[in-house]
């Protein structure tokens, strides 16, 4: 059993990805999407989802892209995990059928979705970011992928 599902997963992916490589100037979808081996259309949409629930800042421009919108101590993995949940959910647009799934079940998993998020809440994307420098992650030159 997965936890988190997949547009949560690319959502901080694309979150770490943004706050190890923007320094000199913002992180275009492309570049984020050929470090991570995704196609861009796929990214673009969380990644507009997450300038809307203000966790990254939009730079438009030949040298656009993203950047954080807050400090990498600022922003919190539950809140990044909620924001891609919200948008996966208004694409979806699915009605839940009632019974026993929507009556019994739902309540008791969304339960324990709150308290697992609220774990999530006191990681930030700073304590990632760390993780992410000792493991080998933007230190690197990343100058092929300026795209």
């Known amino acids: 059993m997965k936890f988190l599902p997949r547009p949560a997963l ?11 490589y923007a320094r ?9 999407a050929a470090r991570n081996d995704l196609p861009p259309r796929h990214l673009e949409s969380m990644l507009q989802a997450l300038v809307r629930e203000g966790i990254l800042k939009s730079v438009r421009g030949p040298y656009g ?3 954080l919108a807050r400090e990498r101590r ?3 993995i539950g809140e990044i995990v ?3 949940m919200r948008a996966d959910a208004e694409a979806q647009n699915v009605d839940e059928t009632p019974g026993l799934l929507a009556k ?12 697992a998020l609220l774990q999530l809440d ?9 993780r992410a420098l000792a493991a080998g ?3 690197k030159d990343d100058s092929n992928f300026e795209i």
């Open 82 to 84: 909620r924001a891609a």
């Open 10 to 20: 690319l959502a901080l992916m694309a979150t770490l990805d943004v706050a190890l």
């Open 65 to 67: 892209g993203y950047e």
């Open 74 to 76: 600022r922003l919190c």
């Open 137 to 139: 992650f933007g230190q």
């Open 104 to 115: 019994v079940l739902r309540p008791v998993i969304e339960e324990v979705e709150e308290c």
């Open 122 to 130: 006191k990681v930030t994307l700073d304590d990632l970011h760390v």
């Open 24 to 32: 000199a100037r913002p992180v275009s979808s492309k570049a984020l």
